[in-house]
């Protein structure tokens, strides 16, 4: 069975730091696109960043320049350094997977999704 859990999330002010993390299980995802999306209270969930099997990545231009992602293949692991939070950013935070490394931004494109951490952040 598939896992996707996500940890790291938390109350911050504007300013801080975060690290998030997704745990994945279930499957090898050495393959596959890996990317994390948000989702704040009212709104439509949307792209923050992806992370291709090779490395490639792309980011939603809000957080270009503050959000890193990476990933740990040989542990199946996802990781998003996000920096310079703004509270704007304030969000649930999920990570999801699919099995292409074409460029997409689209959630309807990702196969797998991990249940979300509350990300926080006050002015």
């Known amino acids: 069975q598939v896992q996707l859990v996500e940890s790291g999330g938390g109350l911050v002010q504007a300013g801080d730091s975060l690290r998030l993390s997704c745990a994945a299980s279930?499957?090898?995802?050495?393959?596959?696109?890996m990317a994390w999306f948000r989702q704040a209270p009212g709104k439509e969930r949307e792209f923050v960043a992806a992370?291709?099997?090779?490395?490639?990545?792309y980011y939603a231009d809000s957080v270009k320049g503050r959000f890193t992602i990476s990933r740990e293949t040989a542990d199946n692991t996802l990781f998003l350094q996000m920096n310079s939070l703004k509270p704007e950013d304030t969000a649930v935070y999920s990570c999801t997977a699919r099995p292409f490394i074409a460029r997409s931004t689209s959630a309807s494109d990702y196969n797998y999704w991990g249940q979300g951490t509350q990300v926080t952040v006050s002015s």
């Open positions: 992370i291709t099997n090779l490395g490639y990545t």
């Open positions: 279930g499957r090898t995802f050495g393959t596959y696109t």
